[in-house]
């Protein structure tokens, strides 16, 4: 299957950190991603991890990997207003029939003050 | 600037017509898609295309063409427009292996 499910909307308060959770279905991805995506604008590739890792860290942005439930999580850290916007989390299947990016349905991150 | 740039950036334009939409790539990558993102921003893929050759084609219908003239470009024609054509299409490209870069994408209304 090729489903990628996010919650739709999350809010927190400025200065709070703020987690993403994305599940996936498809068990032979290669690399999972997040991309940004402010209103009006292109997608912006925040960050990325290979399905053989569990972790990665870059500045404030954290990614766990939990293969065995397919999950997926973004954590920001310090979170400001300059972060809302949709994020997407997406799978990457190289396959014989073509490589492919599968993404989740978009989480819309709210920051209030 | 190394990017992926897409034109028109807004494109509006009554049903039946024809349009196409261009997107060129200068970062070296040998494969390039063309993603639409529907009124709830969901994001679908459409086609792929590596070195010029088309390898993915998600059953959209034929009333969109694909064209890859070099390994740079991927643009896209629609034929006879339709209502339910109206979204926002990006395109893409990375590296055999690597994250795919995105345009800023074409805002597509049909009145």
């Known amino acids: 299957g090729e489903d990628v499910e996010q919650s739709l909307f999350l809010s927190v308060r400025e200065g709070d950190s703020s987690v993403i959770n994305c599940t996936y279905t498809?068990?032979?991805?290669?690399?999972l991603y997040w991309y940004k995506q402010e209103p009006g604008a292109g997608l912006q590739l925040l960050t990325y991890i290979f399905s053989n890792m569990d972790m990665k860290q870059d500045q404030r942005l954290t990614v766990l990997l939990n293969k065995k439930d397919k999950h997926l999580s973004l954590r920001i850290a310090d979170t400001q207003t300059g972060d809302s916007a949709i994020y997407f989390c997406?799978?990457?299947?190289?396959?014989?029939?073509?490589?492919?990016?599968?993404f989740g349905t978009g989480t819309q991150l709210k920051v209030e003050l | 600037d190394t990017a992926v740039s897409q034109t028109p950036k807004y494109l509006v334009t009554q049903m039946g017509n024809d349009k196409s939409i261009k997107c060129e790539q200068n970062l070296g990558h040998d494969t390039m898609y063309w993603y639409k993102q529907d009124s709830k921003k969901f994001l679908k893929i459409m086609f792929s295309y590596n070195n010029k050759e088309l390898i993915i084609n998600e059953t959209v219908p034929n009333r969109f063409s694909p064209k890859s003239p070099d390994k740079a470009h991927l643009n896209l024609h629609i034929n006879s427009l339709e209502l339910g054509d109206s979204a926002v299409y990006f395109c893409?490209?990375?590296?055999?292996?690597?994250?795919?870069?995105f345009g800023d994408g074409t805002r597509l209304s049909i009145l």
């Open positions: 997406a799978e990457f299947i190289l396959t014989g029939g073509g490589n492919k990016l599968t």
């Open positions: 893409a490209s990375s590296p055999n292996d690597g994250p795919q870069h």
């Open positions: 498809d068990s032979s991805s290669t690399y």
